[in-house]
C-alpha cells in the first residue's frame, strides 16, 4: 500500500501520526498540564516531523507536487480554517457564559493556564482538521 | 456523469505507455493521472495540452466535455 502512496500522502499520513501520538496523551490523558509541558510537545513535534520528514524524502526517489498536489492543499487549509474558526466562536461563547454565570474567576493562578490549554487545543483540533481532510481527499481521488 | 472525460487510458494501452511513464512525461504524480483516467479529476488546460502532446493526438481527441455532466 505504500508505494501506491505519493510523496505527498507519505508525508500526510506521518504529519498525522506524529501529532497524534504527540498531542493525544496531552488531551486525552487527563494528567496535569503545564507550560513546560506544553513547551516541550511543541519542541517534539517539530524535532518528530523533521525526522519522519527526512526519513520519508530519503526513501521516496519520485518527490514530484503537481496541481492536484496543491488543490488538495487549499482544500485541507479552508477545512482546517473553518475548524479553527467555529472552534473560537464555541470558545468564546462559553467563556461568555462562563463569565456570565460567575464560574469564570480571573484571580485563579490557572485560569491562564486553561485559556493556554483551550486554545492550543483549538490550533491543535484545526491543524489534524486540515491533514485528515486532506488524506481523506487523497483518498477519495480528487 | 463528469463534465469532461478522456480516452487517456486507451490512448495509453496503444502505445504500450504505463501510467509512470506518462505521469515522468507530462510532470505530474502517477495519482494524477489515476484520477484523471478515472474522470475523477479534470487537469488544467496546461496538463489537458501536455497529456495531448505525450500522447501524440489533439486535445479534442483525448478530452472530451460533455455540457450535460456534473463538474
Given amino acids: ?142 | 456523469m463528469p463534465a469532461i472525460r478522456n480516452q487517456i487510458r486507451e490512448l495509453r494501452a496503444l502505445r504500450e505507455m504505463t501510467q509512470q511513464e506518462l505521469a515522468d512525461r507530462v510532470g505530474v504524480t502517477r495519482q494524477t493521472i489515476i484520477a484523471i483516467e478515472q474522470d475523477k479529476y479534470s487537469p488544467s488546460l496546461e496538463t489537458a495540452f501536455k497529456v495531448a502532446i505525450v500522447l501524440g493526438v489533439p486535445l479534442e481527441q483525448c478530452f472530451e466535455y460533455d455540457s450535460r455532466g456534473k463538474r
Fill in chain 1, 1 to 142: 500500500m505504500l508505494t501506491s502512496l505519493s510523496y505527498r500522502e507519505k508525508t500526510l499520513y506521518a504529519s498525522l501520526a506524529a501529532e497524534l501520538v504527540v498531542y493525544g496523551p496531552y488531551f486525552f490523558l487527563h494528567q496535569q498540564n503545564s507550560v513546560n509541558k506544553v513547551a516541550g510537545m511543541i519542541i517534539t513535534i517539530i524535532v518528530l516531523q523533521i525526522v519522519l520528514q527526512s526519513i520519508i524524502a530519503a526513501l521516496t526517489r519520485n518527490r514530484v507536487t503537481d496541481e492536484r498536489d496543491r488543490l488538495i492543499e487549499l482544500r485541507g487549509y479552508r477545512a482546517g480554517y473553518l475548524a479553527l474558526a467555529s472552534l473560537m466562536v464555541i470558545g468564546l461563547g462559553m467563556l461568555w457564559f462562563h463569565a456570565t454565570v460567575g464560574h469564570l474567576r480571573l484571580e485563579s493562578p490557572r485560569v491562564g493556564l486553561h485559556f493556554l490549554s483551550v486554545f492550543f487545543g483549538m490550533l491543535v483540533l484545526a491543524d489534524i482538521t486540515k491533514t485528515a481532510t486532506q488524506i481523506v481527499v487523497y483518498r477519495k481521488a480528487l
